[in-house]
């Protein structure tokens, strides 16, 4: 892993305190532990969305990890006290004409996507790929309730050359640079700031990730395709690109990916019933094979 600021690794789990904490969890917090040594993991809490995140949440998130026997540094960030930094950015990328305001609502989009001329709809990391209705409109018509997107094909114009980004996880491993054809097809006019949350999670986490000097951000493979949304934005932000460590999903008995909701493997659930921490990595190691 490539050095930190201060010649230190810096590794990061961030959670959204939405719900309990689950297998899934337990096993992106200790590769990222493991992936810090020696060097700093922190902990920040990802909880732009006010309306689903709970104080009681995130105090069970550090009672499950000093449980799980986790060590962090002792500085906490809380997206939700760096709205100012975010808007800083966010304007820096308004002020080179990448932005537009956006105020479509999802059935504009659905609708607008079901035009015979759309074709099939394409999902990307940010939801169904925007189709662009409100491309062009000046930043100065910008109402209190509108999004503000990314002008794709502008930021990418912006860019002599895309940076590329070192994948460290077994899934993807290797050396990867955005194709800039997906990047408009595949990934489209992303929102950076919410009508109702402010931030988009996309713009927070690069902008947190640099300001905190991570030098390789560990989740799971499910955010690996987000990653090159990341890198251009990284790149438009004149942010320094970390490493990437993508691991694999902890999946429920049916395949799919745990979701909070699935409380009977909520850490809390599993420890009531007389599982160890021990236990706990045994049945991750278990479930990825490790
Ligand atoms: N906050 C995200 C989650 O809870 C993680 C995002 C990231 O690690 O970049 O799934």
Same mark, same amino acid.
């Given at each position: 892993?490539? /050095? ?82 975010? &808007? ?13 305001? !956006? &105020?479509?609502?999802?059935?504009? #989009? ?12 394409? @999902? ?9 209705? !409100? ?7 910008? /109402? ?8 794709? &094909?502008? /930021?990418? /114009? ?32 992303? #929102?950076?700031? &919410? ?8 713009? @927070? ?76 990595? @045994? ?8």
């Amino acid at each position: 892993m490539a /050095a930190g600021r201060a010649g230190l690794r810096r590794t990061r789990f961030a959670p959204s305190p939405t719900g309990l904490l689950h297998l899934g969890h337990a096993h992106a917090a200790l590769v990222a532990q493991g992936r810090a040594d020696p060097g700093e993991f922190l902990i920040r809490i990802e909880d732009l969305d006010r309306a689903r995140c709970r104080p009681e949440h995130e105090a069970a998130i550090f009672r499950d990890l000093a449980w799980l026997g986790l060590d962090w540094a002792p500085q906490v960030w809380r997206q939700s006290e760096r709205a100012a930094v975010y &808007r800083a950015a966010l304007v820096r990328l308004a002020a080179r004409g990448l932005t537009y305001p !956006c &105020r479509c609502t999802r059935g504009d #989009i659905r609708a607008a996507l079901s035009a015979p001329q759309e074709g099939a709809p394409v @999902a990307g990391p940010d939801g169904l790929v925007y189709p662009g209705t !409100c491309r062009g409109r000046p930043m100065a018509e910008a /109402a209190p309730g509108d999004a503000i997107r990314l002008d794709m &094909r502008r /930021a990418l /114009a912006a860019l002599p050359r895309l940076p590329s980004f070192t994948e460290t996880g077994a899934l993807h491993a290797g050396c990867h640079r955005p194709d800039p054809d997906w990047l408009v097809a595949g990934c489209g006019d992303v #929102i950076l700031w &919410r009508r109702d949350m402010g931030a988009a999670y996309h713009l @927070a986490v690069v902008v947190d990730d640099a300001a905190q000097g991570i030098t390789e951000v560990t989740r799971g493979a499910d955010l690996f395709e987000a990653t090159f949304l990341h890198v251009l934005l990284q790149a438009l932000l004149d942010l320094p690109v970390p490493a990437y460590h993508h691991h694999a999903l902890i999946r429920d008995d049916a395949g799919k990916r745990l979701a909070k909701r699935d409380d009977a493997r909520a850490l809390a659930t599993l420890r009531a019933e007389g599982a160890s921490p021990a236990d706990i990595r @045994a049945m991750i190691a278990a479930q990825i094979g490790a």
